[in-house]
């Protein structure tokens, strides 16, 4: 459980934020995942916009001889029956701008969030472990999500917004050069109005999205272990957290929403002044005869669709600034270089031998895990790791996996550098039994075929029964076809635990990991699952990490890991019985030779 944090400290640092400017440069260059569509939905979106230029002079044509009384409505049926072809020509071609657009968003939204997905999966989980977990999620839904907007609105309009007000210009100046000077000079106040907005919506849109990449992590943190809170009375306090952290962020949307009303105040105000301006001069010099009808009718016509794309900048802007917003986080992901890969896939024998040389290895924050262990796993044999919490056993493990790379010394596999191959060759020579194995919504089938999903069902229950699991599996509603529903919470400790080792006996590889596979079982669970690892552990080479020293005494060499050295190496003989931190060990664990003995383990060699 994350500590909970003072109310009043900080919870948006301003400290390493990405410049807009190369946010802006980053979802400009996302433009060819959009593809076609995109390009499609800006033409038809702009030809809509420029056909207002023929609909507004054919309406000013049909009105003005009626007007003036020069025509009767027989007379201009020509100039009004083209008006509806017009009116459906545009909305056919504002549906098919749409559409494309929509089209382009979800195909940038699905590219991005793909990419975005197989570079967490490329960083690995000791990218994963070290990011609250929440904040990915936000990331790879919500921040994905909101780009949207700036590809279905903001970049295909910004095409309409360079066409249709200097088409509009260039009809209108020569026929009304007043009304085009007018819209000349108060045109550019809205982009310039924008820009000056956009210099402060920026930071606020900024630690809006940060606020709520905090949200979303402290309340997947808090769902994930609420049973964690609910024994420690614990649920008021994180409550109030949560309830803090909601409010900040209302503040920050608040905030946001404070500046976009009042931006589109002010955007529709000088929209408003320009067209009135425009109708103010037309009217004063038709009233004194120094202008035709027909002009000052057309020009009046273009005045609002001139600021129309104006307008529409307006709202689209703020779609561009929470794309902005929504970016950071994923840039900050996308641009995190994961650690060489390695590309040699060796033919590797049936038993691996396992040398580990001087490894060395810290965290980010500084902490030393390893610091120059040297371990053998001898071929076909099991090898126990032991020694205190924090020694550095599950570094070391993860080492093993290819999750994290020496920064120093080496591990040898068969004689080739671990960090030189390539990690799926070798994890399909590793099966992984973890101390708290976890399992995916799905089938109990779905579950232990995991490493071979093609796998038949004769298969899977094959390594079901060497696993010791069949029995337990058939009694199941649907037997093997029973779902385990999120994290498996339908199963005891002892059952999914056997379902690991299933995984293990079916994917049948020739190296196996174990992080205390009976730990917190009763004894008839401790009692099946030890018989299987013992199955499992023939004729291939182990590596368990002993919690528990009981389970020691199942391999057939002892190594004793201290501040990440391996200070002791030999049999559970050669060690229990001298001046050894491994006989210090067991000491503190109250377990005598004879305890021990009467566990009923028994050598897991092969």
């Not at 552990?537 to 020293?549: F, G, K, M, N, Q």
Request: net charge neutral; charged share 20%.
């Amino acid at each position: 459980m994350t500590q909970t944090p003072d109310p009043s400290e900080d919870l948006s640092p301003e400290q390493g934020r990405t410049p807009r400017r190369k946010l802006e440069r980053w979802l400009r260059a996302q433009r060819p995942l959009a593809g076609p569509p995109l390009r499609r939905a800006g033409v038809l979106g702009a030809v809509a916009g420029a056909l207002v230029v023929p609909q507004a002079w054919l309406l000013a044509a049909a009105i003005a001889p009626i007007v003036t009384g020069d025509a009767t409505l027989a007379g201009v049926l020509p100039f009004l029956l083209p008006l509806a072809a017009l009116y459906v020509l545009r909305f056919a071609l504002a549906q098919g701008a749409d559409r494309a657009a929509i089209r382009a968003g979800a195909s940038v939204k699905a590219a991005i969030r793909d990419r975005l997905l197989r570079h967490l999966q490329s960083l690995g989980p000791s990218y994963v472990r070290r990011q609250t977990s929440g904040a990915l999620a936000t990331a790879t839904l919500e921040g994905v999500e909101a780009l949207e907007p700036y590809y279905t609105r903001y970049l295909p309009h910004m095409l309409s917004l360079a066409v249709v007000p200097a088409l509009i210009l260039v009809v209108v100046m020569p026929r009304d050069w007043i009304s085009g000077l007018v819209l000349l000079v108060t045109g550019p106040t809205i982009p310039v109005f924008m820009i000056l907005i956009g210099l402060g919506t920026e930071k606020l849109n900024q630690r809006q999205w940060r606020r709520l990449t905090q949200l979303g992590g402290r309340l997947l943190d808090a769902l994930q272990r609420l049973t964690t809170l609910k024994l420690f009375n614990a649920t008021n306090r994180e409550a109030d957290v949560l309830a803090y952290v909601s409010e900040e962020y209302r503040r920050s949307t608040m905030k946001v929403l404070r500046v976009a009303f009042l931006s589109s105040l002010m955007l529709e105000f000088f929209a408003t002044v320009g067209i009135a301006l425009v109708a103010v001069l037309i009217g004063f010099r038709l009233l004194y005869g120094q202008m035709g009808f027909e002009a000052g009718f057309f020009a009046l016509l273009l005045a609002p669709e001139f600021y129309a794309p104006l307008r529409q900048l307006g709202a689209d802007y703020h779609a561009r600034m929470e794309a902005i917003g929504a970016a950071e986080r994923l840039v900050d992901i996308l641009e995190t270089a994961p650690a060489p890969a390695g590309t040699a896939r060796p033919e590797l024998p049936a038993r691996i031998e396992i040398a580990c040389e001087n490894v060395t290895f810290a965290y980010p924050e500084g902490r030393a895990a390893l610091d120059g262990a040297s371990l053998t796993l001898e071929a076909g044999a099991v090898t126990a790791l032991v020694g205190p919490s924090g020694a550095g056993k599950s570094t070391l493990l993860a080492l093993l996996l290819g999750l994290e790379r020496p920064q120093g010394g080496r591990i040898l596999i068969a004689g080739h550098d671990l960090a030189t191959m390539d990690s799926e060759h070798w994890l399909s020579h590793v099966a992984l039994v973890p101390q708290r194995p976890h399992m995916f919504a799905g089938t109990v089938r779905d579950n232990i075929a995991l490493g071979r999903p093609d796998a038949p069902l004769e298969a899977i229950r094959d390594a079901a029964r060497l696993a010791e699991a069949d029995d337990f599996i058939m009694s199941l509603a649907q037997g093997y076809d029973t779902p385990l529903g999120e994290h498996g919470l339908t199963l005891s400790g002892g059952q999914a635990q056997r379902l690991a080792l299933a995984r293990a006996f079916l994917k049948d590889a020739p190296m196996v990991l174990m992080d205390e596979a009976t730990t917190g079982l009763d004894a008839a669970s401790e009692a099946l699952v030890t018989k299987a690892v013992a199955r499992l552990a023939e004729r291939r080479t182990v590596l368990v990490i002993a919690h528990r020293l009981r389970t020691v005494r199942l391999a057939r060499r002892i190594a004793v890991m201290e501040a990440g050295r391996i200070v002791e190496q030999g049999t559970h003989e050669e060690l229990a019985g001298a001046d050894t931190r491994y006989a210090a060990l067991l000491a503190s664990a109250g377990l005598t030779e004879t305890a021990l003995a009467a566990s009923g383990a028994g050598a897991l060699n092969g």
